[in-house]
T-cell receptor
Framework: DGGITQSPKYLFRKEGQNVTLSCEQN?????MYWYRQDPGQGLRLIYY???????QKGDIAEGYSVSREKKESFPLTVTSAQKNPTAFYLC?????????????FGPGTRLTVL | AQKITQTQPGMFVQEKEAVTLDCTYD???????LFWYKQPSSGEMIFLIY????DEQNATEGRYSLNFQKARKSANLVISASQLGDSAMYFC??????????????WGAGTKLIIKP
């Protein structure tokens, strides 16, 4: 089955620690995205990548870092510089070959800072 | 300025009734796309329906249809014959198709829909 997997589903972090959220897709999509969602709000774009070894900052990139060494993988690191990292994180991918270039999403990772 | 506005934070609808979820947007581009996604309590975002700015007919996908009024800049989602499983958050999003933004979506704040049995 093609899809997007994110791990872990729940993540707890102590203040001052870096954590890495995993995102893997087997849809052969070129573009991948990371979003942050806070309670009762819409999605905000953190980073996106259109091709391997290239990525761009979104609206709220401060305190986050990414890499795109493989087409299938787009891990997100939440650094200690992110002041309020507790949120729900969603990874997505898309392909210009899809009818509407719509984004497909993973199940999300809920990060809580203790 | 808000580019996507969803004015209904929450809605209660009786099962089997039709429901309309509002979405207005703001863009100066001629070419853009509008999307609706459903987010159940599990958290995953599920793509429902798409409307392109140049599409002459309203989009339909099963029980979902999009009431697209370009002059009013509105793209309301209509769910016919609502079911208990339709209870979820619904998000409207827009993609402006100028070169650098071809991959980015702008999201509304969402509407929480609860279907009553």
């Amino acid at each position: 089955d093609g899809g997007i997997t994110q791990s872990p589903k729940y993540l707890f972090r102590k203040e001052g620690q870096n954590v890495t959220l995993s995102c893997e897709q087997n849809l052969n999509h070129d573009a991948m995205y990371w979003y942050r969602q806070d309670p009762g709000q819409g999605l905000r774009l953190i980073y996106y990548s259109q091709i391997v070894n290239d990525f761009q900052k979104g609206d709220i990139a401060e305190g986050y870092s990414v890499s795109r060494e493989k087409k299938e993988s787009f891990p997100l690191t939440v650094t200690s510089a992110q002041k309020n990292p507790t949120a729900f994180y969603l990874c997505a991918s898309s392909s210009s070959g899809s009818p509407h270039n719509e984004q497909f999403f993973g199940p999300g990772t809920r990060l809580t800072v203790l | 300025a808000q580019k996507i506005t969803q004015t209904q934070p929450g809605m209660f609808v009786q099962e089997k009734e039709a429901v309309t979820l509002d979405c207005t947007y703001d863009t100066s581009d001629q070419s853009y796309g509008l999307f609706w996604y459903k987010q159940p309590s599990s958290g995953e975002m599920i793509f429902l329906i798409y409307q392109g700015s140049y599409d002459e007919q309203n989009a339909t996908e099963g029980r979902y249809s999009l009431n697209f009024q370009k002059a009013r800049k509105s793209a309301n989602l209509v769910i016919s014959a609502s079911q208990l499983g339709d209870s979820a958050m619904y998000f409207c999003a827009m993609r402006e198709d100028y070169m650098d933004s071809n991959y980015q979506l702008i999201w509304g704040a969402g509407t929480k829909l609860i279907i009553k049995p």
